[in-house]
């Protein structure tokens, strides 16, 4: 059977993001919370100060290169990337709800603050104000008050909820401290996912933060078997999710149920089983060629296609792939 291993660790280095693109997004970031604190510095010398923190994809090291887009604009076409950076503002304080800004008024100021550093108007959404750049990167600023342990998010549906972004890095960082792999199977995932919307943007696949969970709770490890661990653990997300279609967030605010609102069960579960199959084919294919075709219908051509020859290791080395193994290394 086809080890593609190699291939994996190739299509990782192409997907994961590069120090350079890190310095860049993270100098997109910085002047955007430069233009925060001179709007409150200006305008609103006597509220509380905001300070930043990073969040997301980003600061957990799982966020990806994406496929670029072509986009019309006016009679050109350019090329577009779509990184989703999350930065949040935290206001400390010791004001209970009712004595502080309601989270409306903080929505408008972070608006007004950020209102014009680009070309595009900024999206005020329920849970944060996103700015949209020329590029196709966009940074999204959630508001946070803080007067004890657990941070308030400012929604503005819904009021003040209990959110702890940091909380939920710190039980991601936990699981990758003991199974490193999880974190290039979390991008692998990513990659995935990416592809379909790429092919079919009409029918967006749940969001990261859901993909993350799903596989870091269903995680199988395959020690030098990226091929084999992605496999299994898609399996263990089939099958979770056959018996409940739902994914909770495991930290504050603990147990909410992120796929409640998903409008296309069913096409991510057809998608799952379609991965499913061909990368059980894949692995018990003889032709290196032949598996990294089957790989490519979901990961894109940005993995690798391999020799057209067989391969010629031990074939029990890929038995993981098709037997259990009597231990179980999920993801705790």
Known sequence: MANCNTHFEEYNGKIRLTDARRKSLKGSRKELRNKVRKWFKDNKPN???PKFSGQGSMSMDTIINPIPRK???????????????????????????????????????????VKGHTDKDPIDKNTCIRTLFADGHNIDQPIYY??????????KGKGWIDSDPKAFMDWFDEKVKKEPQLRKLVRYGKGWADKREFENDSKP??????????????????????????????????????????????????????????????????????????????????????????????????FPLGEDKDETSNASAGLGAIIPATTKPYAE
């Open 205 to 302: 696949m749940p969001s990261g933060l859901i993909i993350t969970i799903l596989f870091a709770e269903n995680a199988v490890y395959r020690k030098d078997r990226d091929d084999i661990a992605l496999k299994e653990t898609l399996l263990e997300v089939q099958r979770k999710l056959k018996i409940s279609f739902e994914c909770n967030r495991p930290t504050t605010p603990k147990g909410e149920n992120l796929l409640a609102n998903y409008g296309h069960k069913d096409y991510f579960m057809n998608c799952l089983a379609n991965f499913i199959d061909d990368a059980t084919k894949a692995l018990q294919e003889k032709n290196i060629k032949k598996a990294t075709e089957l790989w490519r219908k979901h990961l894109s051509d940005r």
């Open 71 to 113: 986009i019309k604009v006016g009679d050109e076409e350019k090329t577009v990337l779509y990184y989703d950076v999350d930065d949040g503002i935290y206001f400390v304080g010791d004001k209970e709800q009712k004595d502080r800004p309601t989270p409306t008024t903080y929505h408008n100021w972070i608006y007004e603050a």
């Open 146 to 155: 803080k007067k004890g342990d657990t941070p308030e998010l400012a929604h």
């Open 47 to 49: 509220e509380t100060k």
